[in-house]
């Protein structure tokens, strides 16, 4: 298991001065054998010291001695650099790479650097596939037991971490890290497809879920696909019936707040999206991308009273009114009901001297 090497010795330096016992397993050196075969026991995989609190084993009972002072709460030693604290100096040593810059432990899947090797380590269980944490509230699968228990946070309600800019609080202080970046208006992640640009690497990668036109998470409610479950999330509010977030101008209710600051700019009369094809000019750009259907020729959403076909679901759904009979709006002016807000809007040109189509 070791392997004396006391060649070239210095006659004025004791053996014990000398590491000459070295590991064939992790060519860790020590100066005496008998600490070289307390050190052995680590790599033979027997662990007979067993922690009382949470149950982790060591091989040695010096492991244990140590893991005991992060139950005692005590941490004795600080950072200089960022006030941290830690139970062990050793993991203060590790933490102080952090602070120097130096990032020598390259991952060869997508050459992200790391200052400590156990970071790297634990980076490497993210390219694996293998998520044996599992969340007991949401279903939801880690990695590592560390992501876990950060993600844990998440239902505990508690947000200790605010954002000095906009107040939004945040249950973990990487979280916010990266919230301020919104604000700090740097997007260096673009996408490769439609030049979006994006704050986070993560948004990106969850982004480009969009173009890969793979929908895994479909609403039970009206079977409508989408790429990403935070999507879905967001759609089932449209079926949950509350809307909380009402439009001062008009009055009308939105299910998102989102969605509400997006229909506010059909009040503002900011058009800044134009079709190239037509120069008709949008508010948002995805009602521009919904417009550009129109032009593409394709029809895939077809009526089944009628059969006439639309570029767009939701023109479908608009003019599925005609045949339900259903009319619910009406003119002021002679009591005439429409099934279209647009129809009454053509048809009050009538009283208006405008002409009628």
Same mark, same amino acid.
Do not use: P, Y
């Given at each position: 298991m070791f392997l004396i090497d006391n060649e070239n010795v210095p006659d004025t330096v004791?053996?014990?001065?000398?590491?000459?016992?070295?590991c064939l397993e992790c060519d860790k050196a020590f100066p005496f054998k008998e600490s070289l075969i307390r050190h052995a026991v680590v790599h033979s995989g027997v662990k007979n010291f067993k922690c009382d609190e949470c149950g982790k084993r060591f091989a040695q009972k010096a492991g244990l001695t140590q893991h005991l002072l992060i139950h005692s709460g005590v941490k004795k030693f600080k950072?200089?650099?960022?006030?941290?604290?830690?139970?062990?100096?050793?993991?203060?040593?590790?933490?102080?790479?952090?602070?120097?810059?130096?990032?020598?432990?390259?991952?060869?899947?997508?050459?992200?650097?790391?200052?400590?090797?156990?970071?790297?380590?634990?980076?490497?269980?993210? %390219?694996?596939?293998?998520?044996?944490?599992?969340?007991?509230?949401?279903?939801?699968?880690?990695?590592?037991?560390?992501?876990?228990?950060? %993600?844990?946070?998440? %239902?505990?309600?508690?947000?200790?971490?605010?954002?000095? *800019?906009?107040?939004?609080?945040?249950?973990?202080?990487?979280?916010?890290?990266?919230?301020?970046?919104?604000?700090?208006?740097?997007?260096?992640?673009?996408?490769? *497809?439609?030049?979006?640009?994006?704050?986070?690497?993560?948004?990106?990668?969850?982004?480009?879920?969009?173009?890969?036109?793979?929908?895994?998470?479909?609403?039970?409610?009206?079977?409508?696909?989408?790429?990403?479950?935070?999507?879905?999330?967001?759609?089932?509010?449209?079926?949950?019936?509350?809307k909380n977030f009402k439009c001062d101008e008009c009055g009308k209710l939105f299910a998102r707040k989102f969605i509400l600051n997006e229909h506010l700019?059909?009040?503002?009369?900011?058009?800044?999206?134009?079709?190239? *094809?037509?120069?008709?000019?949008?508010a948002r750009k995805s009602i521009l991308t919904e417009h550009l259907l129109s032009h593409s020729g394709v029809k895939n959403f077809e009526c089944d009273e009628c059969g006439k076909l639309f570029a767009r679901k939701v023109s479908l759904t608009r003019h599925q009114l005609i045949h339900s009979g259903v009319k619910n709006f009406k003119c002021d002016e002679c009591g005439k009901h429409f099934g279209r807000k647009s129809h009454l809007t053509r048809h009050l040109l009538n009283h208006c001297g405008g002409k009628s189509f």
């Open positions: 004791s053996s014990a001065e000398v590491k000459q016992f070295r950072c200089d650099k960022c006030d941290k604290q830690f139970t062990q100096k050793t993991n203060l040593t590790q933490h102080l790479l952090t602070h120097s810059g130096v990032k020598n432990f390259k991952c060869d899947e997508c050459g992200k650097l790391f200052a400590k090797k156990n970071g790297l380590t634990q980076h490497l269980l993210s %390219h694996s596939g293998v998520k044996n944490f599992e969340c007991d509230a949401c279903g939801k699968l880690f990695a590592r037991k560390v992501n876990l228990t950060q %993600h844990l946070l998440s %239902h505990s309600g508690v947000k200790n971490f605010k954002c000095d *800019e906009c107040g939004k609080l945040f249950a973990q202080k990487c979280d916010l890290t990266k919230h301020l970046l919104t604000h700090s208006g740097v997007k260096n992640f673009m996408c490769d *497809e439609c030049g979006k640009l994006f704050a986070h690497k993560s948004d990106l990668s969850k982004h480009q879920l969009s173009h890969s036109g793979v929908k895994n998470f479909t609403c039970d409610e009206c079977g409508k696909l989408f790429a990403q479950k935070v999507s879905l999330t967001r759609h089932l509010l449209s079926h949950s019936g509350g700019l059909s009040h503002s009369g900011v058009k800044n999206f134009k079709c190239d *094809e037509c120069g008709k000019l949008f």
